[in-house]
């Protein structure tokens, strides 16, 4: 083997383990969601855009709805970075009106009323995008992916592990930090319970593609084999099992309701998805089923009882996130163009907020969608979703048209899925733990997503 040949493998398993740990580590402590912790994050993930140059001879963007979505991207940061900028434009002028009666006098006049925290919020975004990117150049290979996922798994069912410990001792802490909310909660090493819903939910779904995976490996062969012969494949099935009813019972003691919609939206997609391709019923794929089915029965029972309690209590006539969403909107329309920087809502949204919700600290909009679009304005909050859209359609097409082989784009639509749901009424993936997660789980999966391959 030549030298360059040599260099260049060594570089790709340095950048897939380096991005597998940061995907395993990134959520030690709280969830990465503190200026120091997301510092180191920013500098690794610089480094390890740098690597993936390296293998630029694996460009991945192989069609065209991926080149779009690139382009969309793209589109997005340069008008972000814009934002930053001290330009004047003729629509700033109501933007700076509204502000100056609002809020304290600001001596820029950029678009964004806070430069450095847009600023610092591109910087996060560019992060997900190199993630992302890195993803699809590590996980060319199919076997290398899915044992990714399933390590992925194994540290997924660790952090439920943990969490459930904490929970039945005490519940208050949060590794070495004393826990300061969510006390009747479980939250693992993440301070929000809808926070570590997303990530156990989507933890879950990895642990039930692989499990049903290894389940296929059971057709024809007698217990026996399995037990004796085969002691490896038995314990990655053990493992996967545990992790899954691990993971599914400390999403229940979260106790948080959009985290079980949205799971349970991400698993009704994935279950749909494997009995539609099924052209026969065969025994493994029975096994699989009767296992998920026992696995979320038990866990239902286990520690479901409050979570559905407080399903049964929603009221949304009551909620004053009604009262939020209309002061968003009317945000929207006061700068429908430019928005109000983004990685700003809470310090631009006071200009909106009423005596009624005056007495809340509005820090995030619980709506990500709104919240995108309240900071970038109409346009390029559309520009910013419209990736996830080329993403979706390229899953579904890739499902459709693939005859085997179609288990890691199912994954990958319903982890989407799961998080599209969960954005409508939470902000769990701006949090860098979460948004590391789905940026890397996405990479994998839309990189085995060409439904030109069979």
């Known amino acids: ?41 920013c500098f690794i993930t610089a480094t390890l855009g740098l690597l993936s140059l390296t293998q630029i001879k694996d460009f991945p963007l192989y069609n065209t709805p991926t080149k779009i979505a690139a382009a969309f991207c793209f589109a997005t940061v340069i008008f972000i970075w814009l934002q930053t900028q001290q330009i004047y434009l003729p629509w700033q002028n109501s933007i700076w009106s509204k502000i100056e ?85 479980l939250t693992s090493v993440f301070v929000n319970r809808n926070t570590y819903a997303t990530f156990t939910g989507m933890v879950a779904l990895c642990a039930t593609s692989v499990l049903w995976r290894l389940s296929y490996r059971l057709d024809g062969r007698p217990l026996r084999s399995v037990l004796f012969s085969e002691r490896r494949l038995f314990w990655r099935l053990y493992l996967m099992s545990l992790c899954l009813i691990s993971n599914l019972a400390a999403l229940f003691l979260t106790h948080s309701r959009g985290g079980f919609l949205a799971t349970a939206f991400g698993f009704t997609v994935f279950i ?78 006071q200009a909106f907020v009423s005596e009624k919700l005056g007495v809340y600290n509005w820090d995030k909009a619980h709506n990500t969608y709104l919240e995108v679009i309240f900071e970038l304005g109409i346009i390029f909050g559309c520009f910013f979703f419209m990736p996830f ?66």
């Not at 260099?7 to 503190?34: A, D, E, Y």
């Not at 044992?147 to 208050?172: H, K």
């Not at 300061?180 to 909660?185: C, F, Q, R, T």
């Not at 002061?327 to 430019?338: D, F, R």
Request: charged share 15%; net charge positive.
């Open 101 to 185: 009666i609002s809020l304290p006098v600001t001596a820029s006049r950029s678009i964004t009323i806070h430069p450095y925290l847009t600023f610092d919020a591109l910087t996060k975004y560019l992060s997900y995008i190199i993630v992302f990117w890195c993803a699809m150049v590590t996980s060319r290979s199919r076997q290398t992916a899915w044992r990714m996922i399933e390590l992925v798994a194994y540290a997924g069912l660790l952090y439920a592990t943990y969490g459930i410990i904490e929970y039945f001792t005490g519940n208050s802490k949060i590794l070495w930090h004393e826990k300061w909310a969510y006390h009747n909660s």
């Open 389 to 454: 859209i080329l993403i979706c359609q390229q899953f579904t097409r890739a499902v459709v048209n693939k005859r085997r082989k179609y288990m890691l784009p199912a994954l990958g639509i319903s982890i989407l899925g799961l998080s599209a749901v969960h954005a409508l009424v939470d902000f769990s993936h701006q949090i860098p733990a979460i948004a590391i997660f789905f940026s890397w789980i996405m990479g994998v999966t839309l990189t085995h997503s060409n439904p030109k391959k069979r």
């Open 1 to 41: 083997m030549k030298l360059h040949q040599i260099i260049g493998n060594t570089t790709k398993k340095i950048l897939l383990w380096s991005l597998l740990l940061l995907v395993v580590l990134s959520p030690l402590p709280l969830g990465s969601n503190r200026p120091e912790f997301w510092n180191v994050i």
């Open 272 to 349: 749909g998805i494997v009995l539609a391709k099924q052209k026969r019923i065969s025994l493994s794929f029975l096994l699989g089923l009767i296992a998920v089915i026992i696995i979320l029965s038990f866990s239902i029972i286990f520690s479901g009882e409050v979570t559905f309690a407080r399903l049964a209590s929603t009221s949304f006539e009551t909620s004053i996130r009604d009262d939020v969403y209309g002061s968003i909107l009317e945000g929207v329309w006061a700068s429908p163009i430019l928005g109000w920087g983004f990685g700003t809502f809470e310090e631009s949204f």
